[in-house]
């Protein structure tokens, strides 16, 4: 059976280690000094080189050759026998299987013999932040006090999960993640030596792909190679590893500048239909939009790792988007990313198809890009989409409220809706300030130290309460963070698509533009769920009622008859009644 490439070109001496040469080269000049520690730590990604450092230096420490620089030879017994795993010397433990105090009271018992054949016994635990703590005090007092015949390497991925008493008891090297640069040079010496062909730009999508991960990049070569093709290019890479092509992502970005929000949906749906991952597409979004921002904001294309053609997109759609655009962008794609793990039935990309249109869609007002912008150039929002800066005309029977991710500073919209930060009408839009009313709508102004959010007063029963639809628009933006952590991303993806805020008596209405949504919300759990954070935002009791934007408003409640007069109550009563609120159970002795 042939063996894996990963395993084939696995490092062998220390000038054979790519991308870690501050630690090889320490390691090596320790070795030449006699400067040798008891105990290291290598700490990093995966598949950067901490194991096959581990085993290099094992070699280096036992090699026979008496040339402190040749070392480790490759060519003596004790050299060979690590290469081909049979040196009894070196102990390799997996602590995420072998994690328990039982393995290491065993170690300890068995450390004190001397070595078989080598000059050291070498001990390597691989993840050693795995075992228990009870483990790591049991190997604490080996460390502290070991045999002058052994040295520990301890590998992990996660050093803050080591107990600092045994990272203080070690040398710790941490590895760098493997530049893409790097990576590229590598795969092509192994192509080359296995008499194979592959197109540069396919190389450089395969190191891409593997994140800094050495080990990763030549798997990923090994499987494509297996294809058998003559070349392999670089439609082969995307298409088995399940990319999308950076011109079609431009083209994206591009269709969300241009409000088309009919051509984002139709792109979206055919890459879907290829086959396309959906994680991996809105990864590769992210990155886009990210390498957009920071063209825009830094000014240095030539730091991006990607082809030049790819580049001179990303440099002209830089100069056409304003960065708090960008921002928003990033952080509805982002949101999608994580809500794919909730995916809908039968339309498991709606999380994209949401971002997108959160994104895209034109804002109601109809200001033009040209002062969108303007005050995305001048200033940023901390959160991405803060609440827009409305005058608002005299107190009125009071208009439904329109939702929108954020507009520019306009005066009411037509129809007396008020643009606020949250539903689906997003577009590339700056985030501007807090909403402010007119004066004699004003309420007086809070005293220092006063909380931000105050409860809403309620309105008798029967009236429209204005009050209640003010500060439902100002925390919108609050509402929706706090809906994600009590009911869940599905339900916060489902609010993200309500278009207007109402109140219809003293019930807050929410207008959604799909049926789906408001389904999923109307639901009698998941709606008392919202009621429930409606009304720990606003600092009182809320009821919610769903419904469809252009759909008649719902009828208010009926209100109940009036009651017959209330007895009296007196002393006794009342003590009685104050006693139970206290949760004192009365009882009538006979």
Same mark, same amino acid.
């Given at each position: 059976?042939?063996?894996?490439?990963?395993?084939?070109?696995?490092?062998?001496?220390?000038?054979?280690?790519?991308?870690?040469?501050?630690?090889?080269?320490?390691?090596?000049?320790?070795?030449?000094?006699?400067?040798?520690?008891?105990?290291?730590?290598?700490?990093?990604?995966?598949?950067?080189?901490?194991?096959?450092?581990?085993?290099?230096?094992?070699?280096?420490?036992?090699?026979?050759?008496?040339?402190?620089?040749?070392?480790?030879?490759?060519?003596?017994?004790?050299?060979?026998?690590?290469?081909?795993?049979?040196?009894?010397?070196?102990?390799?433990?997996? @602590?995420?299987?072998?994690?328990?105090?039982?393995?290491?009271?065993?170690?300890?018992?068995?450390?004190?013999?001397?070595?078989?054949?080598?000059?050291?016994?070498?001990?390597?635990?691989?993840?050693?932040?795995?075992?228990?703590?009870?483990?790591?005090?049991?190997?604490?007092?080996?460390?502290?006090?070991?045999?002058?015949?052994?040295?520990?390497?301890? @590998?992990?991925?996660?050093?803050?999960?080591?107990?600092?008493?045994?990272?203080?008891?070690?040398?710790?090297?941490?590895?760098?993640?493997?530049?893409?640069?790097?990576?590229?040079?590598?795969? $092509?010496?192994?192509?080359?030596?296995?008499?194979?062909?592959?197109?540069?730009?396919?190389?450089?999508?395969?190191?891409?792909?593997?994140?800094?991960?050495?080990?990763?990049?030549?798997?990923?070569?090994?499987?494509?190679?297996?294809?058998?093709?003559?070349?392999?290019?670089?439609?082969?890479?995307?298409?088995?590893?399940?990319?999308?092509?950076?011109?079609?992502?431009?083209?994206?970005?591009?269709?969300?500048?241009?409000?088309?929000?009919?051509?984002?949906?139709?792109?979206?749906?055919?890459?879907?239909?290829?086959?396309?991952?959906?994680?991996?597409?809105?990864?590769?979004?992210?990155?886009?939009?990210?390498?957009?921002?920071?063209?825009?904001?830094?000014?240095?294309?030539?730091?991006?790792?990607?082809?030049?053609?790819?580049?001179?997109?990303?440099?002209?759609?830089?100069?056409?988007?304003?960065?708090?655009?960008?921002?928003?962008?990033?952080?509805?794609?982002?949101?999608?990313?994580?809500?794919?793990?909730?995916?809908?039935?039968?339309?498991?990309?709606?999380?994209?198809?949401?971002?997108?249109?959160?994104?895209?869609?034109?804002?109601?007002?109809?200001?033009?890009?040209?002062?969108?912008?303007?005050?995305?150039?001048?200033?940023?929002?901390?959160?991405?989409?803060?609440?827009?800066?409305?005058?608002?005309?005299?107190?009125?029977?009071?208009?439904?409220?329109? %939702?929108?991710?954020?507009?520019?500073?306009?005066?009411?919209?037509?129809?007396?809706?008020?643009?606020?930060?949250?539903?689906?009408?997003?577009?590339?839009?700056?985030?501007?300030?807090?909403?402010?009313?007119?004066?004699?709508?004003?309420?007086?102004?809070?005293?220092?130290?006063?909380?931000?959010?105050?409860?809403?007063?309620?309105?008798?029963?029967?009236?429209?309460?204005?009050?209640?639809?003010?500060?439902?628009?100002?925390?919108?933006?609050?509402?929706?963070?706090? @809906?994600?952590?009590?009911?869940?991303?599905?339900?916060?993806?489902?609010?993200?698509?309500?278009?207007?805020?109402?109140?219809?008596?003293?019930?807050?209405?929410?207008?959604?533009?799909?049926?789906?949504?408001?389904?999923?919300?109307?639901?009698?759990?998941?709606?008392?769920?919202?009621? %429930?954070?409606? $009304?720990?935002?606003?600092?009182?009791?809320?009821?919610?009622?769903?419904?469809?934007?252009?759909?008649?408003?719902?009828?208010?409640?009926?209100?109940?008859?009036?009651?017959?007069?209330?007895?009296?109550?007196?002393?006794?009563?009342?003590?009685?009644?104050?006693?139970?609120?206290?949760?004192?159970?009365?009882?009538? %002795?006979?």
């Amino acid at each position: 059976m042939s063996q894996a490439l990963y395993r084939k070109w696995r490092s062998q001496t220390f000038e054979d280690v790519v991308g870690q040469e501050h630690v090889a080269i320490t390691l090596r000049n320790a070795l030449r000094d006699g400067r040798l520690s008891h105990a290291y730590l290598f700490t990093g990604p995966r598949g950067t080189g901490k194991t096959s450092l581990a085993r290099i230096l094992a070699k280096a420490i036992n090699c026979l050759d008496p040339d402190l620089k040749a070392r480790p030879c490759n060519h003596c017994a004790i050299c060979t026998a690590i290469t081909e795993g049979r040196q009894l010397d070196l102990i390799e433990i997996d @602590a995420a299987s072998n994690r328990g105090i039982d393995e290491i009271r065993d170690l300890r018992e068995k450390i004190g013999f001397r070595p078989s054949e080598a000059r050291y016994k070498v001990y390597i635990i691989d993840e050693v932040h795995m075992l228990t703590k009870e483990a790591f005090n049991a190997l604490l007092k080996t460390l502290e006090e070991p045999p002058p015949h052994a040295i520990f390497v301890l @590998a992990t991925t996660e050093p803050d999960r080591v107990p600092e008493t045994v990272r203080s008891r070690c040398q710790r090297f941490d590895f760098r993640r493997i530049p893409t640069a790097e990576i590229v040079e590598h795969l $092509s010496r192994i192509v080359e030596a296995e008499g194979a062909k592959a197109a540069p730009e396919a190389l450089v999508a395969i190191a891409r792909r593997a994140t800094g991960s050495m080990r990763d990049a030549i798997s990923l070569l090994d499987q494509l190679l297996s294809y058998g093709d003559e070349m392999l290019e670089l439609a082969r890479v995307e298409k088995v590893l399940g990319l999308v092509n950076a011109g079609t992502i431009g083209k994206l970005v591009d269709l969300m500048k241009a409000n088309d929000a009919g051509g984002g949906l139709a792109l979206l749906n055919e890459m879907v239909a290829e086959g396309v991952e959906l994680g991996q597409l809105a990864d590769q979004i992210v990155a886009y939009l990210r390498a957009v921002l920071f063209v825009r904001v830094a000014r240095a294309p030539e730091l991006l790792d990607l082809p030049q053609d790819v580049v001179a997109v990303i440099a002209r759609q830089a100069e056409a988007l304003p960065p708090a655009a960008l921002l928003i962008a990033l952080r509805e794609f982002m949101d999608a990313r994580g809500a794919l793990r909730d995916q809908v039935p039968g339309v498991p990309q709606l999380p994209l198809e949401l971002a997108f249109l959160r994104a895209a869609l034109p804002q109601a007002g109809g200001q033009g890009d040209k002062e969108t912008g303007r005050q995305g150039d001048k200033e940023t929002s901390r959160q991405g989409a803060a609440a827009p800066t409305v005058s608002q005309p005299p107190p009125a029977p009071v208009p439904a409220v329109t %939702l929108e991710r954020a507009a520019p500073t306009v005066g009411a919209a037509p129809g007396g809706r008020t643009p606020v930060p949250g539903g689906t009408g997003a577009a590339f839009a700056a985030p501007t300030g807090a909403v402010t009313i007119s004066p004699t709508q004003r309420a007086p102004a809070a005293p220092a130290g006063a909380p931000a959010t105050q409860p809403a007063p309620e309105s008798a029963p029967g009236e429209r309460d204005a009050g209640l639809l003010q500060a439902a628009q100002a925390n919108w933006d609050r509402f929706l963070t706090t @809906a994600g952590k009590r009911c869940g991303m599905k339900v916060q993806a489902a609010l993200r698509s309500v278009h207007e805020l109402d109140v219809v008596g003293q019930t807050l209405v929410l207008r959604f533009t799909h049926a789906f949504a408001r389904d999923l919300v109307s639901g009698a759990e998941n709606r008392g769920q919202v009621e %429930l954070v409606w $009304s720990e935002v606003l600092g009182r009791k809320v009821q919610v009622r769903c419904g469809l934007v252009g759909e008649a408003p719902p009828p208010p409640p009926a209100q109940a008859p009036p009651s017959a007069p209330a007895r009296g109550v007196n002393d006794d009563d009342a003590f009685l009644q104050g006693a139970r609120e206290l949760g004192a159970v009365v009882k009538k %002795l006979e």
